[in-house]
């Protein structure tokens, strides 16, 4: 009894925060949309959170279809979240999962188009690496200009994310163009679509991307690799000395980083898209981040947050439709639950509580390097 | 060898090309560097100060909103020209009030700056998405249009030599037009001044400056605040000086190619206009070379380059920028770093 108390005890711990850093966004939230519904023709509003949130809930898990629909939107997640954490790990910051995605959907979709007619058994796999390899090309770009410049990753990637969605739509126009459709698109998959599991939309992503998430946890805690990267996360310098070489480990982990979110992009093209075309906007990169954080940047603790933001993403159209509260609004939960993360004091001082700090140490990393402390001279 | 001679003539042709279009870009140039330079002088006047602001795109997007929002709404009660002029002022106060935000965060709560700036991107994108959605597309209508600029006489830009410099800076709208004179009263206030003494001690070495007893906090929050103000000018730019409508995520990274300006600057705001004018310059050539397009070869190389290329450029160049100058280029010693006082915890 007792140890089951003190299991309960360390889960309140590890996760309390988290958690009313939620219930605080969607508190904050509610007040955003009754002070905007001022602003419409249907003017104030009092009761429209409530209404708002319930039907979220109820599209997201409301029916067999809804609890579908937030495991597909969860998978990408599940991958995108494990980018930007692994690249936590290693004090790197990976806003780039965005673009890697594109460059992953798109490269999947390609191969995917020129393998339609060929059995699953080679169309898929080849389909699926492809992705991966662009995502890990995509990242290594990052990677590789960090490691040997310095040049911070916050900024590369956000640039290389802006530049990916103008190049793809180039490529689509006038590269791989599809015959025989009214407008710019890669052909389409056929064979090369991922097998469908159950019901009418749950592909073999999903339970892969519970898988990685195995992967994962297994490469940072019981390999050498993980090891490394979690000391020059810690610490590079104290890695340097050590004999590590926190030069490759930036690029590699930052490859690793793109090939999670790559897999991701390959994962929803082969199976929920099915055909590139300009226009494919990826909230994933975003979400990502927000999924990571909240997360704590551990495999684990990643599945569970993807899920409830696949939920969230699941659920708005309904939402939207019943309410007209727009999407928009879970963008704007997202960034409060950053914020309350970021600065858990708000959360320690409202709901008066004691948990320890749920800081991610190695962020420390990220934005000493940013003035170049951490990768080269030491810290004054 | 042939070959050799081929590329050669048209390096050439592409020099004597660019140096006749010269000055019809010279406007355009500055036209598109303007909201670039404002953003680079607030991560100058942040970073200057010891606080790393990542978040200067979001900030310019909600400035651009709201400022956007000021002009649709009162537009056809108080005129638009009356109008526009509050939606400057609007926006440069959202700057302002998002820069205490961030000031808040970063220099009392000692959050983690790289995520308060991130907080601060998702939650612009979300809120002006939000408002857009909810607000200005069901009412299809439009907005109070774009502020007038000013036109120097044809007789001022005919003058040999300094008449197309003149209309390069006085042929613009009046957030264009004060963007220089903000550059040189900064360049002076931070080197020349006891403010800009300050501001530079608190970036360095925090705990000497405290030891004199300049109050670090109130230095940076003063700093933050004042910068986002003109990351809010830059929204303001963009959306009632340039374009006169509102897209979301309409800022397309000017934010932070705005950081790379500031950092190919070295955190003085003179260098970071002139980052700024030469993304502007990479920008104005994709539009100058499919308006004008040169004669003979030259033309049909430059036309074969994908639109898509040019418009890539901006964001290409930047990565080339950061990976060739961050080397060598020193930030200020406690940037990033917050500063607790002796004696708080």
Same mark, same amino acid.
């Given at each position: 009894?007792?140890?089951?108390?003190?299991?309960?005890?360390?889960?309140w711990?590890?996760? $309390?925060?988290?958690?009313?850093?939620?219930?605080?966004? &969607?508190?904050?939230?509610?007040v955003?949309?009754?002070? $905007?519904?001022?602003?419409?023709?249907?003017?104030?509003?009092?009761?429209?959170?409530?209404?708002?949130?319930?039907?979220?809930?109820?599209?997201?898990?409301?029916?067999?279809?809804?609890?579908?629909?937030?495991?597909?939107?969860?998978?990408?997640?599940?991958?995108?979240?494990?980018?930007?954490?692994?690249?936590?790990?290693?004090?790197?910051?990976?806003?780039?999962?965005?673009?890697?995605?594109?460059?992953?959907?798109?490269?999947?979709?390609?191969?995917?188009?020129?393998?339609?007619?060929?059995?699953?058994?080679?169309?898929?796999?080849?389909?699926?690496?492809?992705?991966?390899?662009?995502?890990?090309?995509?990242?290594?770009?990052?990677?590789? =200009?960090?490691?040997?410049?310095?040049?911070?990753?916050?900024?590369t990637?956000?640039?290389?994310?802006n530049?990916?969605?103008?190049?793809?739509?180039?490529?689509?126009?006038?590269?791989?163009?599809?015959?025989? &459709? $009214?407008f710019?698109?890669?052909?389409?998959?056929?064979?090369?679509?991922?097998?469908?599991?159950?019901?009418?939309?749950?592909?073999?992503?999903?339970?892969?991307?519970?898988?990685?998430?195995?992967?994962?946890?297994?490469?940072?805690?019981?390999?050498?690799?993980?090891?490394?990267?979690?000391?020059?996360?810690?610490?590079?310098?104290?890695?340097?000395?050590?004999?590590?070489?926190?030069?490759?480990?930036? %690029?590699?982990?930052?490859?690793?980083?793109?090939?999670?979110?790559?897999?991701?992009g390959?994962?929803?093209?082969?199976g929920?898209?099915? &055909?590139?075309?300009?226009?494919?906007?990826? $909230?994933?990169?975003?979400?990502?981040?927000?999924? %990571? =954080?909240?997360?704590?940047?551990?495999?684990?603790?990643?599945?569970?947050?993807?899920?409830?933001?696949? %939920?969230?993403?699941?659920?708005?159209?309904?939402?939207?439709?019943?309410?007209?509260?727009?999407?928009?609004?879970?963008?704007?939960?997202?960034?409060l639950?950053? =914020?309350?993360?970021?600065?858990?004091?708000?959360?320690r001082?409202?709901?008066?509580?004691?948990?320890?700090?749920?800081?991610?140490?190695?962020?420390?990393?990220?934005?000493?390097?940013?003035?170049?402390?951490?990768?080269?001279?030491?810290?004054? | 060898?042939?070959?050799?001679?081929?590329?050669?003539?048209?390096?050439?042709?592409?020099?004597?090309?660019?140096?006749?279009?010269?000055?019809? *870009?010279? @406007?355009?140039?500055?036209?598109?560097?303007?909201?670039?330079?404002?953003?680079?002088?607030?991560?100058?006047?942040?970073?200057?100060?010891?606080?790393?602001?990542?978040?200067?795109?979001?900030?310019?997007?909600?400035?651009?909103?709201?400022?956007?929002?000021?002009?649709?709404?009162?537009?056809?009660?108080?005129?638009?020209?009356?109008?526009?002029?509050?939606?400057?002022?609007?926006?440069?106060?959202?700057?302002?009030?998002?820069?205490?935000?961030?000031?808040?965060?970063?220099?009392?709560?000692?959050?983690?700056?790289?995520i308060?700036?991130?907080?601060?991107?998702?939650?612009?994108?979300?809120?002006?998405?939000?408002?857009?959605?909810?607000?200005?597309?069901?009412?299809?209508?439009?907005?109070?249009?774009?502020?007038?600029p000013?036109? #120097? @006489?044809?007789?001022?830009?005919?003058? @040999?030599?300094?008449? @197309?410099?003149?209309? *390069?800076?006085?042929?613009?709208?009046?957030?264009? *037009?004060?963007?220089?004179?903000?550059?040189?009263?900064?360049?002076?206030?931070?080197?020349?001044?006891?403010?800009?003494?300050?501001?530079?001690?608190?970036?360095?070495?925090?705990?000497?400056?405290?030891?004199?007893?300049?109050?670090?906090?109130?230095?940076?929050?003063?700093?933050?605040?004042?910068?986002?103000?003109?990351?809010?000018?830059?929204?303001?730019?963009?959306?009632?000086?340039?374009?006169?409508?509102?897209?979301?995520?309409?800022t397309?990274?000017?934010?932070?190619?705005?950081?790379?300006?500031?950092?190919?600057?070295?955190?003085?705001?003179?260098?970071a206009?002139?980052?700024?004018?030469?993304?502007?310059?990479?920008?104005? #050539?994709?539009?100058?070379?499919?308006?004008?397009?040169?004669?003979?070869?030259?033309?049909?190389?430059?036309?074969?380059?994908?639109?898509?290329?040019?418009?890539?450029?901006?964001?290409?160049?930047?990565?080339?920028?950061?990976?060739?100058?961050?080397?060598?280029?020193?930030?200020?010693?406690?940037?990033?770093v917050?500063?607790?006082?002796?004696?708080?915890?």
């Amino acid at each position: 009894m007792s140890r089951l108390r003190s299991g309960a005890r360390q889960i309140w711990q590890v996760a $309390s925060i988290p958690l009313l850093a939620i219930v605080l966004a &969607f508190i904050v939230a509610a007040v955003v949309i009754v002070v $905007s519904s001022l602003f419409t023709s249907t003017g104030f509003e009092p009761l429209l959170p409530l209404a708002a949130y319930a039907s979220l809930l109820a599209g997201a898990f409301g029916s067999g279809t809804g609890i579908a629909n937030t495991l597909v939107a969860a998978a990408p997640l599940i991958l995108g979240g494990l980018a930007v954490g692994l690249g936590f790990k290693a004090g790197l910051f990976n806003i780039g999962v965005a673009g890697q995605f594109l460059v992953g959907a798109f490269s999947a979709a390609v191969v995917g188009a020129n393998l339609a007619d060929a059995p699953a058994a080679i169309g898929v796999p080849a389909a699926m690496v492809a992705g991966a390899l662009g995502g890990a090309a995509f990242g290594f770009i990052p990677g590789f =200009l960090k490691a040997r410049t310095g040049a911070h990753e916050v900024v590369t990637t956000i640039m290389l994310n802006n530049a990916a969605v103008l190049l793809l739509t180039w490529a689509v126009n006038d590269l791989v163009r599809a015959p025989g &459709f $009214s407008f710019p698109r890669t052909g389409p998959i056929g064979n090369s679509a991922l097998p469908i599991l159950l019901g009418r939309n749950l592909h073999l992503g999903i339970p892969l991307a519970v898988l990685t998430v195995f992967a994962v946890r297994w490469l940072l805690d019981r390999t050498t690799l993980g090891f490394e990267i979690r000391t020059v996360g810690q610490n590079p310098n104290a890695a340097r000395y050590a004999g590590m070489r926190p030069i490759f480990i930036t %690029a590699l982990t930052m490859t690793l980083s793109g090939l999670l979110a790559g897999v991701a992009g390959a994962i929803q093209m082969l199976g929920v898209i099915g &055909f590139y075309a300009p226009g494919i906007t990826a $909230s994933v990169g975003f979400d990502s981040i927000a999924v %990571a =954080l909240l997360g704590r940047s551990n495999p684990i603790g990643i599945l569970f947050a993807a899920i409830l933001f696949g %939920a969230f993403r699941a659920g708005a159209p309904l939402m939207q439709i019943e309410t007209s509260v727009p999407v928009e609004v879970i963008d704007i939960i997202q960034a409060l639950v950053i =914020l309350f993360l970021a600065a858990d004091l708000i959360v320690r001082r409202v709901f008066r509580i004691r948990a320890p700090k749920v800081e991610i140490t190695e962020l420390k990393t990220v934005t000493q390097s940013w003035a170049g402390t951490a990768s080269g001279t030491p810290p004054p | 060898m042939e070959a050799i001679g081929t590329l050669l003539r048209l390096i050439w042709e592409l020099a004597v090309y660019l140096v006749t279009v010269l000055p019809d *870009m010279l @406007p355009i140039i500055l036209f598109l560097a303007t909201p670039l330079a404002l953003g680079a002088l607030c991560g100058v006047l942040g970073e200057r100060s010891g606080v790393v602001n990542i978040g200067i795109e979001g900030i310019m997007l909600m400035a651009a909103f709201f400022g956007y929002l000021t002009g649709f709404a009162l537009h056809n009660v108080i005129g638009s020209g009356a109008s526009l002029a509050l939606g400057i002022v609007v926006a440069v106060f959202v700057g302002a009030l998002l820069g205490l935000v961030h000031a808040w965060l970063t220099v009392s709560v000692r959050a983690d700056q790289i995520i308060a700036g991130t907080m601060m991107n998702i939650a612009a994108f979300g809120v002006t998405g939000y408002l857009n959605r909810l607000i200005i597309t069901p009412s299809g209508l439009g907005g109070a249009g774009v502020i007038a600029p000013f036109h #120097l @006489p044809d007789a001022v830009g005919n003058l @040999p030599l300094i008449g @197309p410099v003149l209309v *390069m800076f006085f042929d613009q709208g009046p957030i264009a *037009m004060s963007v220089l004179f903000i550059v040189i009263v900064l360049q002076i206030a931070l080197f020349r001044t006891k403010w800009g003494l300050r501001t530079r001690a608190v970036g360095e070495h925090p705990k000497a400056a405290d030891t004199v007893g300049i109050d670090v906090y109130r230095q940076r929050y003063q700093n933050v605040i004042f910068g986002c103000a003109l990351a809010g000018l830059a929204g303001a730019f963009l959306t009632l000086e340039s374009t006169g409508s509102f897209q979301n995520g309409m800022t397309g990274g000017r934010g932070f190619i705005a950081l790379a300006a500031m950092i190919f600057g070295r955190w003085t705001p003179l260098g970071a206009f002139g980052g700024a004018l030469l993304f502007g310059t990479a920008t104005a #050539l994709g539009v100058v070379i499919n308006v004008r397009v040169p004669e003979g070869d030259l033309g049909t190389v430059l036309k074969s380059i994908p639109t898509f290329w040019y418009a890539a450029l901006p964001y290409l160049m930047t990565i080339v920028i950061l990976a060739g100058v961050v080397g060598r280029s020193t930030p200020p010693a406690a940037d990033g770093v917050p500063y607790i006082k002796e004696g708080k915890s």
